[in-house]
């Protein structure tokens, strides 16, 4: 076996990891009633754009399209698709493992940069209708723009991946400030229509990243990095899936072990008036507020959907968001209640009775509320803003 073929084999055990990852949390339904309607509605609405631009792109500059792909830059990292059994059965073969790693990077970096072929035809008929600008100016952008992003993702395999949290916040702000003094400048020199000066940005983008990628792609000494790059890239969809699914089970995070909760530790009662309603509220608000897993579950629901209201233009857009958001944190809620609720040992007889019932209505209207008020007050902040920038 040659590292071609090796590389090959590795390529599909990985897109049949995620097809089998995506067919773990779907089903023909979903295929039939979402995915091949959104396929059939997203053709014929592209289409529409090459024949009539819609309303809400009028006012827009060109200028959100850099902000917009500003923050398409830090997805992914170069590919080198080792596994943990090779540090036993390929570090022997040095030149086997060495043209995996080799073909692993090239192979990502093509991949992005039809990724950004894939986006240049996304918004050519803004670019080249609304805008009026030309086709060698969209290649150039998506140039600058796929180049630059080679860049980061150099930068970041240089970086220690295993750091998490706010120390992971902080150590990559330089990174950001590097990538937007360069953004800034590929701006300046594309508003300029200066072909040498952005030819030259892309250049040396290019070169930059070759050196930094240079160890990784001659030497099979950063082997334990790339295999947790790897690894990590491989599950970050797993990760994503397990964090808003509710369905699925979790494994808990190891914690320091306390004699007493900090929330209630004496057991305090919430209400003083004993019902049995009152007492599935009391158990589902102590369970819940004692883990901030469904703290920032009910968060992320609430901040995504605003942020979703406040970033896109249309209002129909708006409406279907919120439906959505409604939907989807009704159903959360109902998974949170059942999980803490109707399937603990305890209290899992006591369901269908009426304080069961009146319990579980009235946590969903009560987390109903901040829900609506923050959609409002989004609502409210997009408003504000388009007041302020008439482009929006």
Wanted: some cysteine; glycine content about 6%.
């Amino acid at each position: 076996m040659n590292s071609f073929s090796l590389l090959f084999a590795r390529i599909q055990q990985n897109w049949r990891f995620q097809y089998g990852l995506f067919k773990a949390v779907s089903d023909w339904t979903i295929m039939v009633y979402l995915v091949i309607p959104a396929i059939v509605i997203g053709a014929a609405v592209y289409r529409s754009w090459w024949v009539d631009i819609p309303y809400w792109i009028e006012g827009i500059p060109y200028e959100i399209l850099f902000v917009l792909f500003f923050f398409f830059l830090w997805n992914g990292h170069f590919h080198t698709f080792v596994r943990e059994a090779d540090g036993i059965f390929l570090m022997k073969n040095e030149s086997l493992l060495l043209g995996l790693k080799q073909g692993g990077i090239i192979y990502t970096s093509i991949l992005e940069l039809l990724s950004a072929m894939f986006l240049a035809f996304v918004i050519s008929p803004f670019w080249i209708k609304h805008f009026e600008m030309s086709i060698v100016g969209l290649i150039l952008f998506h140039l600058m723009w796929v180049s630059l992003k080679w860049l980061v993702m150099a930068v970041k395999g240089k970086m220690n991946i295993l750091v998490k949290g706010w120390r992971n916040i902080f150590r990559s702000m330089p990174l950001a400030i590097m990538a937007f003094i360069i953004w800034y400048v590929s701006y300046r020199a594309f508003t300029m229509e200066n072909t040498f000066f952005m030819m030259s940005i892309i250049m040396l983008n290019v070169l930059v990243t070759l050196k930094l990628i240079k160890k990784r792609f001659t030497s099979i000494r950063t082997f334990e990095r790339d295999l947790v790059i790897d690894e990590m890239e491989k599950i970050k969809y797993i990760t994503l899936i397990l964090g808003m699914s509710m369905d699925m089970e979790k494994l808990s995070k190891p914690t320091l072990t306390r004699r007493k909760p900090r929330l209630y530790s004496r057991s305090n009662r919430i209400f003083k008036e004993r019902t049995s309603t009152k007492g599935f509220l009391e158990l589902f608000i102590k369970a819940t507020t004692r883990n901030s897993e469904y703290i920032l579950g009910f968060l992320k629901i609430t901040g995504i959907t605003a942020a979703a209201i406040i970033a896109i233009p249309p209002i129909w857009f708006k409406i279907t968001i919120i439906c959505f958001g409604y939907i989807f944190l009704i159903s959360w809620i109902g998974n949170v209640w059942n999980k803490l609720i109707g399937e603990h040992p305890f209290t899992k007889k006591y369901v269908g009775d009426d304080g069961y019932l009146h319990g579980k209505r009235a946590v969903t209207i009560i987390l109903s509320i901040p829900f609506i008020v923050v959609i409002i007050c989004a609502l409210i902040i997009r408003i504000w803003i388009s007041s302020l920038f008439s482009f929006l």
